[in-house]
């Protein structure tokens, strides 16, 4: 039998390791940027948020239907001064409807209870049923508008459009005494005034800026019992 030659042992080589060249970025960061600067709001969202205080010169006259025919007859004049404010805001959101206005007002003139007293709501929000008269669910927040108001410039046209009296949600108010008994002066007054509720058509108007309001109202009461105008001046606050 022929000789079987021994096969030759493999000869392992290791890999020579290779070293990695490592980069480094040296490259200097650059400067963190300065904050932005705030952004002013333009337009009439300059004057939300706004507070205007000064006073109000106001005339009212008073009528009664007191004739034997029962006609209208006017009684007298009055012309008074009282502290007035105006507050601006964003317009307001309730039931999922938003005010149709460049801002949401109220001007208060005077005191609420106090005698000669007014005030001008361009919207509220009213809280009702959550149901219908069906049993149905429904948002029981209501959005109630009252004015419709335009702002141009620094120019305001305003006018009462929905007193909101059949939904018994009257804000825009002349607190005026009114006798115990009609056409019976002589039985005394309610104490402290009355509230009447402005009629549709009434109107506000003048320059409205963030530098101040100079503003004249003039309209009448629901009831025909009242007429009235005033001039407000007022700064912000």
Do not use: I, K
């Amino acid at each position: 039998m022929a000789e079987t030659s021994p096969s030759p042992t493999p000869v392992t080589t290791e890999p020579t390791p290779v070293d990695t060249p490592v980069t480094v970025d040296d490259t200097p960061a650059p400067p963190p940027e300065d904050d932005p600067e705030p952004v002013e709001p333009a337009g009439a969202e300059a004057l939300w948020g706004s507070e205007f205080s000064g006073t109000a010169e106001v005339t009212v006259d008073v009528y009664d239907y007191c004739n034997t025919d029962g006609s209208r007859r006017f009684v007298e004049s009055e012309t008074y001064s009282m502290d007035a404010t105006l507050s601006l805001s964003s317009p307001r959101s309730g039931g999922g409807a938003t005010e149709d206005n460049p801002f949401s007002m109220l001007l208060a003139v005077g005191q609420p209870a106090e005698s000669g007293a007014l005030s001008f709501w361009s919207a509220a929000v009213s809280t009702g049923s959550s149901q219908d008269l069906a049993g149905n669910p429904r948002d029981p927040d209501l959005l109630l508008t009252y004015w419709q108001m335009e702002w141009d410039d620094g120019e305001l046209t305003a006018q009462l459009t929905d007193p909101h009296t059949e939904e018994a949600v009257a804000l825009n108010l002349l607190n005026w005494p009114s006798p115990l008994v009609p056409c019976r002066d002589d039985l005394g007054e309610l104490p402290g005034g009355y509230p009447h509720a402005l009629g549709e058509g009434t109107t506000l108007g003048g320059d409205l800026d963030t530098d101040g309001a100079s503003l004249t109202a003039e309209g009448a009461t629901g009831d025909g019992q009242l007429e009235f105008r005033f001039d407000f001046s007022g700064g912000t606050s």
